[in-house]
């Protein structure tokens, strides 16, 4: 019986193994848009006996897909995929003798190299810095003087830090990754599912740090045959749509 549809539903992300299998899943939370493209390249053989040059024959030369998820929640492996990242999570310590500034300016803020920071001290020439000189944003690490006089050499702080998670940007290499949707047809309630075995993710194409609505990430990859597969399977090399009950 054919149906109409409107998919919904859950979507996972997995980097893999090197046996090609998937790793724990992460819930990539509320994904308003997961479109699948597949696409051939063709040979095609044009007669030469009717003299209409008619095409008589097709080879298929080339398979390939192309998937872009939208994800709207800061969730750490998907921001790491968006941003091509390396985390590094900061945890509790504390930082001693760090570069601040060699001759500060007053209403200047000057940043230190970490965020989420506590009990700052600052020293100049090897002595102290009365605090009254100096603010501090403690949760983004910036400290601006109020009054320079009598500071004389470069400025080093110590401090402790909280925790944080830093992302560095295009740090790392592409990654495959596995994606799965638990779906459901919105038009029938029926359970579906899609799995795409290899998709090398690239970054996100656009991430709008700063506008007057809620923002996502538009996270664009290849889906690559899995060699580790079986072509004349059921699984197929590229994926697998499932109609689960059918």
């Not at 109409?4 to 990539?28: E, H, M, P, Q, W």
């Not at 091509?84 to 945890?91: D, G, L, M, S």
């Not at 965020?115 to 009365?130: F, I, K, Q, R």
């Not at 597969?229 to 590229?238: E, M, R, Y």
């Amino acid at each position: 019986m054919s149906q109409y549809f409107s998919f919904r539903g859950k979507v996972y992300i997995a980097r893999r193994d090197a046996s090609g299998n998937a790793l724990g899943f992460t819930f990539a939370g509320n994904v308003p848009n997961l479109s699948l493209k597949l696409g051939v390249e063709k040979d095609e053989h044009i007669e030469s006996q009717s003299g209409q040059d008619l095409v008589d024959d097709v080879d298929i030369t080339k398979r390939s897909g192309e998937v872009t998820l939208v994800a709207e929640q800061l969730i750490k492996e998907v921001i790491a995929l968006a941003l091509n990242a390396k985390v590094t999570i900061v945890a509790t310590g504390s930082k001693t003798d760090i570069a601040l500034c060699s001759s500060p300016v007053v209403g200047t803020p000057y940043m230190l190299p970490d965020v989420n920071v506590s009990s700052v001290t600052l020293e100049a020439g090897g002595s102290a810095v009365a605090t009254e000189k100096f603010t501090v944003d403690e949760d983004y690490g910036m400290v601006t003087f109020l009054d320079v006089n009598g500071i004389s050499g470069a400025v080093t702080a110590d401090y402790s830090t909280g925790a944080a998670t830093h992302y560095a940007l295009h740090t790392d290499t592409l990654p495959e990754v596995w994606i799965r949707l638990n779906g459901i047809n919105a038009k029938t309630m029926d359970k579906v599912a899609l799995d795409l075995y290899r998709v090398g993710m690239d970054p996100a194409e656009t991430l709008e740090w700063i506008n007057s609505k809620r923002s996502n990430m538009t996270l664009p990859g290849i889906v690559m045959a899995d060699m580790t597969k079986d072509a004349d399977g059921p699984l197929g090399q590229f994926g697998r749509f499932i109609i689960i009950g059918e």
